[in-house]
């Protein structure tokens, strides 16, 4: 019972970072339009080392996006997006370097077609493909593996493992 219990408060300690980080790419003006850099997006590097972010990360874009006062289809399909790609990362990727490829594919094939069908944004499927791709490699790239090397520096992920003190 209380390894479940330590899965379930780490899947709710990443969606709850998820969301207050969404919470204030919002108010930055960052988390929405054709590029989007969500501060939270960085979190999707989690599920290398932690199975519990898989769900994390699923629920906190399904409140985050319900909260910051998305359309129901950017709700459900932006969750699912961020779902794919934290499996993608948790089974597919072998390297911390391979991780942000998976949230970036998923988002970049999915979140274009929200933006225009369920916001009707200005823009071909190419476009907010491109800009979507800009933004997620920031976020999941960038921010991403600034995370993972900042766990590596002060031991909380070594050999990529998580290692708790």
């Not at 791709?133 to 921010?143: F, N, Q, R, T």
């Amino acid at each position: 019972m209380k390894r479940k219990t330590l899965y379930l408060v780490q899947g709710a300690a990443v969606a709850a970072l998820y969301v207050a980080l969404t919470w204030i790419s919002s108010l930055l003006g960052l988390a929405s339009g054709a590029i989007q850099l969500r501060l939270s997006e960085a979190l999707t590097i989690l599920p290398l080392v932690l199975p519990a972010a898989v769900p994390g990360l699923f629920v906190g874009c399904l409140l985050a996006n319900l909260l910051t006062g998305g359309v129901i289809w950017d709700v459900v399909f932006g969750a699912v997006a961020t779902l794919l790609g934290a499996l993608g990362t948790r089974w597919l990727s072998k390297s911390k370097w391979m991780a942000p490829v998976w949230p970036l594919l998923a988002n970049m094939a999915i979140v274009p077609l929200i933006l225009q069908y369920a916001y009707h944004a200005e823009g071909t499927y190419w476009y907010f493909l491109a800009t979507i791709g800009a933004g997620e490699i920031l976020s999941c790239g960038v921010l991403g593996l600034l995370l993972y090397t900042a766990l590596e520096r002060t031991g909380v992920v070594k050999d990529g493992r998580l290692c708790w003190r």
